[in-house]
């Protein structure tokens, strides 16, 4: 019963990521000023805590190593790139047009650790 609730966590955490990163996203893109508002600096980071907490502890309650699951080291990596992607999109890229690829990019990512959640292959969709 605890994996189901870290995995309901999990599941849970990773639609307010989703939908916080394509939100600050549009701001950035908009350049709206909402973007300073503290909350949008502060809950992100808490929300993505939790979702990578729930992650770990999922991984120990199933009794999973990722070393021998290759899906679980292409989530791993793709969430280093996705946090390299999401913090040039939205702090770090030189020019809006850079900052707009970045974006796309990082949004691209989460579509492809997601497919690789639901399918468990690290090539979603080749067997």
Do not use: C, E
């Not at 599941?11 to 996203?25: H, P, Q, S």
């Not at 040039?88 to 989460?110: D, E, H, Q, V």
């Amino acid at each position: 019963m605890a994996y189901d609730l870290l995995k309901l966590i999990h599941v849970g955490t990773v639609y307010i990521t989703f939908g916080l990163f394509l939100t600050r996203g549009i701001w950035m893109l908009l350049d709206s000023p909402r973007l300073q508002d503290r909350w949008v600096r502060v809950v992100p980071h808490l929300n993505d805590t939790l979702l990578l907490t729930a992650a770990i502890a999922m991984l120990v309650a199933g009794g999973l190593n990722p070393l021998a699951h290759p899906w679980l080291i292409a989530k791993i990596i793709g969430l280093l790139l996705y946090i390299y992607l999401g913090t040039m999109a939205l702090k770090r890229g030189r020019t809006k047009t850079r900052r707009a690829l970045y974006f796309a990019a990082a949004l691209a990512t989460i579509g492809y650790l997601i497919a690789v959640a639901v399918t468990k292959q690290v090539i979603p969709g080749v067997i």
